[in-house]
């Protein structure tokens, strides 16, 4: 059963947190959860460089800039 949250809490399994009237709802060991986790962010498998915010794969993040 889905329920409005009266109150702010994170979600133990996408560890976002949720607002007062998003829609949560408790599993069997009674934690909150949302009844839909927000969509996150694919993992990137290199890092962004931070000089020119692209990235650099065969440089280990490291711009030549």
Known sequence: MAIQARY??????????????????????RQWKHVVCPDTPPEREHPVCQT??????????VCDR
């Open 8 to 29: 702010s809490g994170v979600c133990p399994e996408c560890e976002e947190r949720w607002q007062p009237g998003d829609l949560i709802r408790a599993d069997e060991d």
């Open 52 to 61: 020119c915010w692209l990235t650099h794969p065969e440089a280990e993040g």
